[in-house]
């Protein structure tokens, strides 16, 4: 079984990449997904859960425990991270989260659709999702309370209660992605000036 804990992209050194010229990082960071795409077509459902359910009762022991996702209970949450293709369904069952394929035929309560690198960005606390939503970068449809309560549950996460590798990567990236985005808009300003 996959660990968490031992997903190792802690080694990996983010340091020194932001200073990569602006070019090459904001060309991988529009190819990226292109590259990423087919892969995770190739990745099971069942693996998809595995890893994800895993992932969110982790960062949400406390919350699940506490009788925090009961909003959600009854309710489908779809996740789309949209320059991937991934859709992903959950809810709440009274114990546990749930997940279910694109193949159930579920319709949701209310989907939030953003790019890998904005949901980055937001997991990364390196934007906020009221900043990205007003921006028309992050989507939210459907029951706007429901809505609501997912957000305020998002912006209840601490970047602390992620395994720490995970904490570490996910920390790297989104600065890396943040500071490639500040990069080209201050380029992009002095060719105005």
């Known amino acids: ?28 960071i ?9 892969s995770f077509v190739l990745i099971p459902f069942k693996v998809q859960k595995l890893l994800l359910l895993k992932m969110l009762t982790s960062i949400f022991h406390q919350a699940i425990t506490e009788g925090d996702f009961e909003f959600l209970q009854n309710k489908w949450l779809k996740i789309s991270i949209t320059d991937l293709g991934i859709d992903w369904w959950l809810s709440f069952d009274g114990n546990q989260l749930m997940m279910m394929p694109h193949t159930s035929n579920i319709v949701e309560d209310v989907c939030f659709s953003a790019t890998g690198d904005d949901l980055l960005l937001i997991a990364g606390r ?36 992620l395994p ?7 920390d790297g990236c989104a600065k890396l992605v943040q500071q490639t985005h500040d990069d080209i808009a201050q380029s992009k300003l002095r060719e105005l000036l």
Do not use: C, W, Y
Request: charged residues 30%; glycine residues 4%.
């Open 1 to 28: 079984m996959f660990n968490l804990t031992r997903f190792n992209l802690a080694g990996f050194n983010f340091n020194g990449l932001d200073r990569l010229p602006i070019t090459i990082r904001e060309k991988v």
């Open 30 to 38: 529009k190819v990226l997904p292109k590259i990423l795409k087919p």
């Open 126 to 161: 390196k934007q906020d999702p009221d900043t990205l939503f007003f921006q028309r970068r992050l989507k939210i449809e459907g029951d706007t309370e429901l809505g609501l309560e997912v957000k305020n549950l998002i912006d209840a996460i601490e970047l602390d209660q």
């Open 164 to 170: 720490t590798s995970l904490h570490k990567a996910v």
